[in-house]
């Protein structure tokens, strides 16, 4: 009996342990699959991450591209669309994609924080499970990218003088290029085919940042953003502005305007700097200074009273004394002064909407309809067709009044200017340009040698500029040898901005062209379809026998390197495509996730 009592323990003992057994075994399994579920799961939000990340480093991509800036506008950018958006059908939606699973990304541009040093791209990555063509369940990640740029070089602004370069990277003035004037700025005269920063002493311009600078023949001008105006290099004719003729200035030196002027832009000429005034009393004022000996300070004297050492007032509001007589600007505000300039024995501005030129007038550069030199401001003659009934929104000049030199036999100076129809808007705007043309540089096959009065330039037939849809044309420059625009064809992006140039081919930037002078406009491009063709332009200066423009922050040029003027290490040959003054390269940007 005690052995059958036995025996049932036994099995009753048995089936405990086995159901004991079994019900771990079962929470085993339960954690295997829960475990496996997990695992999946794991693994589908990272493909999900992955796609997520390809949407961040393709959106950064197209923002460098771009400038810094968002390039997609409204639309959604995606694996299949372009930088601008636009979706290619040609291209997968998917960054991965099989029969039972898909990835792919999304970049909303509403949720994009981005600035020119700093930023954060946030793009969404999702993962699709699909089942007989059917989407069974998504898995999404949200990743967000912040960035840092490095901001000690990067390019604001640039002018050309006579064999050198300047620029502004990042609130501080660069040159490069001959310096037997010391018009390079750093307290030396040697020479130099890489970038020198002009000197910041503290007795000088010390920490102030730089808003703008000009360059005239040997010598430049900068405006700080204290309002004061600071010049170096050639003083021979009193282009330091202090009330001196010191011939050489290896540094900064401020230039004696009165205390409660307020600068708003520079120009500069040959030998002749000018300001104009940005508040109070000041506004629409303009002073210049530097020489006089064709009339392009504009103060009504000229030879044989040629140098002023001292800014004095020659247009605008509230002059102590009255204009001399023939003044056309007189009393009204100036709202633009000329930019260029660095051969050219003339001035121009805009006032009320025209535009007004002094100085020198060989060649018909005032455009007054004659060859007499001006000594006072005169209007720019507006014909039917040209600029009258035109709103004039930026005027550049530049060109040698004078032959210098055996190799330079025509004279060659020219203005233009950027004006648009009082009915239209400024995406109607064209180009216009007058005096020399012995480098097809008034972009006119018809305008002869010369035109005293503005003809339409860059429209002929042949010309990149004519085409249809029309190109909008958004900024002007003036070299010694030419002129080249800032265009985009109106039914594409303005990130597909470009510069166009006719004249000689050192300014046209399209390569060692067996044209020597084209008055057709062509487009200026690196050659290798780098960053300078695949990035919207941003900034365009003239000046000499160069031109420079501004490309995702760097600065690129092209035209005569006798002196090493390019900024690439190099010097002697003239350089045909535009080329990055590398020296100056922007550092690449840092991610910090």
Not at 399 to 421: F, K, M, R, W
Request: with cysteine.
């Amino acid at each position: 009996m005690n052995q059958y009592r036995q025996n049932g323990s036994i099995v009753a003992y048995i089936l405990i342990i086995a159901l004991t057994s079994m019900v771990i075994l079962l929470g085993l399994l339960q954690q295997v699959s829960t475990d496996y579920i997990d695992t999946k799961d794991r693994y589908y939000n990272k493909l999900a991450e992955a796609a997520a990340e390809a949407g961040t480093s393709y959106a950064l991509a197209c923002i460098e591209q771009n400038n810094r800036t968002v390039s997609w506008g409204a639309a959604i950018l995606m694996p299949n669309s372009n930088c601008n958006g636009t979706i290619n059908g040609s291209l997968s939606q998917y960054v991965y994609n099989d029969t039972t699973l898909q990835t792919t990304f999304t970049v909303d541009p509403a949720q994009q924080n981005i600035t020119p040093t700093n930023g954060t791209i946030t793009a969404t990555g999702t993962t699709s499970l699909l089942r007989s063509g059917t989407v069974i369940r998504t898995y999404t990640v949200v990743q967000k990218r912040s960035l840092r740029w490095d901001t000690d070089n990067l390019a604001q602004a640039t002018s050309s003088g006579t064999n050198r370069t300047c620029g502004i990277l990042s609130a501080s003035a660069w040159c490069w290029g001959q310096n037997n004037h010391g018009q390079l700025g750093d307290s030396t005269f040697d020479n130099s085919t890489l970038p020198v920063r002009v000197i910041r002493d503290p007795a000088g311009i010390g920490t102030n940042r730089v808003r703008q600078i000009v360059s005239g023949n040997f010598s430049n001008c900068i405006l700080l953003a204290n309002n004061q105006v600071w010049c170096w290099g050639f003083g021979n004719v009193g282009q330091m502005g202090n009330g001196t003729f010191t011939t050489d200035n290896p540094a900064p030196i401020k230039v004696n305007l009165p205390s409660t002027f307020q600068p708003y832009q520079l120009a500069a000429g040959f030998n002749t700097f000018c300001a104009l005034g940005n508040n109070g009393a000041n506004l629409g004022q303009v002073w210049c200074w530097g020489a006089d000996n064709t009339g392009q300070v504009g103060n009504g004297q000229g030879s044989p009273n040629p140098n002023v050492n001292t800014p004095v007032q020659i247009a605008g509001p509230g002059p102590a004394t009255a204009y001399p007589a023939g003044n056309a600007i007189g009393t009204t505000s100036v709202t633009a002064l000329s930019y260029g300039g660095a051969f050219s024995q003339n001035m121009c501005a805009i006032a009320s909407n025209f535009a007004y030129c002094w100085g020198a007038n060989d060649s018909g550069q005032i455009g007054n309809n004659s060859r007499v030199d001006q000594y006072v401001p005169v209007a720019v003659a507006r014909q039917t067709g040209k600029l009258a009934g035109k709103i004039v929104v930026k005027i550049a000049i530049d060109g040698h009044s004078v032959i210098n030199a055996p190799s330079q036999p025509d004279l060659e100076t020219h203005t233009c200017a950027l004006a648009y129809p009082s009915a239209g808007t400024i995406n109607d705007a064209a180009v216009y340009c007058w005096g020399s043309n012995a480098d097809e540089a008034l972009g006119n096959v018809a305008a002869g040698v010369d035109s005293l009065v503005p003809v339409l330039a860059g429209q002929d037939t042949g010309s990149a500029l004519k085409t249809t849809p029309v190109m909008r044309i958004t900024d002007l420059a003036v070299s010694g040898s030419g002129a080249c625009v800032l265009a985009y064809r109106s039914d594409r992006a303005v990130s597909t901005t470009r510069p166009y140039c006719w004249g000689h081919v050192f300014t046209r930037g399209e390569g060692a062209s067996p044209v020597n002078k084209d008055p057709l406009a062509n487009i200026a491009t690196d050659g290798v379809s780098g960053p300078f063709d695949n990035n919207q332009t941003m900034a365009l200066t003239g000046g000499a026998y160069r031109m420079c423009a501004i490309a995702d922050y760097r600065i690129y040029c092209w035209g005569v390197n006798t002196i090493g003027q390019i900024g690439n290490g190099t010097q002697g040959a003239p350089v045909y495509n535009p080329t990055e003054a590398t020296f100056l390269r922007s550092p690449p940007l840092r991610t910090l996730y």
